[in-house]
């Protein structure tokens, strides 16, 4: 495991979500979500709930937009576990 300058371990998680505000820019939040996968990061939900669309990023694949029609899937990262956003943002 490799060490940033102040030696701390670099680690990154399995599985990350970001939730965009009214004034998040998409483009930044993209940015920050490929900058996760460089770093190692699983799988990753953006989620837009302004416009009710979700990006799923994971590692080796290309960046899959859905609505919210679709439950998000945890695949094998959070095996089992499903995400219907649209009962939560109605």
């Not at 495991?1 to 399995?14: C, R, T």
């Not at 679709?70 to 109605?90: C, M, R, T, Y």
């Amino acid at each position: 495991i490799d060490k940033d300058s102040e030696g701390f371990y670099v680690v990154a998680m399995d599985f990350a979500i970001e939730l965009m505000s009214d004034t998040d820019r998409l483009a930044v939040a993209q940015a920050k979500m490929n900058e996760y996968m460089k770093n190692g990061v699983r799988l990753a939900w953006l989620i837009q709930p302004k416009k009710r669309k979700t990006w799923v990023y994971k590692q080796d694949s290309e960046v899959k937009e859905q609505s919210f029609d679709v439950p998000l899937s945890g695949q094998d990262v959070l095996v089992g576990f499903e995400l219907d956003l649209s009962k939560i943002f109605g």
